[in-house]
């Protein structure tokens, strides 16, 4: 899951939000300088990911970013999740989503003398561009899909990507309407 979907799975815990969000950037022992919450939020991140991965709907649908992406399908559907997730009733949070963005915002800025400094740099155009308000929107996926491919070590940066999510938009869909369900009960089980 992308970014979205791990601060929402942090369930209103703002060091399991932090932890969860910054789990990618903190490598080895660097774990140890975080308090124990950031940590167990770190954790929650990796058995997020790995849940995700080895989930049979998800190994199915990211074969629909085969051709596209080769082996960064996973991150194209994990940013496709978070599209459905911004625009699914039934996980809405009360607040509304441009109300929870602006409270992870503030949980994070709360803590940004802990946070590692690569996320920091990145965590600048988060907010600017107030990234879980706006994955609801194509342009901001699209925008994410080019950030993913200028990223990616083996993958053109001309990679029609974007356009198998828009061919696929509803099959992917169906993936996360299947997917979101299991994941959201097996955090709920371990946190």
Not at 84 to 113: H, M, S, V
Request: net charge negative; charged share 25%.
């Amino acid at each position: 899951m992308n970014f979205l979907a791990h601060a929402f799975l942090s369930f209103d815990n703002p060091d399991i939000l932090v932890g969860n969000l910054i789990a990618d950037m903190v490598k080895g022992k660097q774990m140890d300088v975080y308090p124990s919450e950031i940590r167990r939020g770190i954790k929650i991140h990796r058995l997020i990911d790995s849940f995700t991965d080895s989930h049979p709907v998800t190994l199915e649908a990211k074969k629909l970013f085969q051709e596209s992406a080769g082996r960064y399908g996973s991150s194209f559907l994990d940013v496709s999740y978070d599209h459905f997730l911004a625009l699914d009733p039934l996980n809405q949070p009360k607040e509304g989503w441009e109300a929870f963005a602006q409270n992870c915002y503030t949980q994070i800025e709360e803590r940004g003398n802990i946070l590692p400094s690569i996320f920091c740099n990145m965590y600048m155009y988060m907010k600017s561009e107030d990234w879980f308000s706006n994955y609801q929107n194509m342009w901001m996926i699209e925008r994410s899909f080019d950030r993913l491919k200028r990223r990616a070590s083996y993958l053109d940066d001309n990679a029609p990507v974007f356009a198998d999510f828009e061919k696929n938009y509803n099959t992917i869909q169906k993936s996360y309407e299947l997917f979101f369900p299991d994941l959201k009960k097996y955090v709920e089980e371990i946190s």
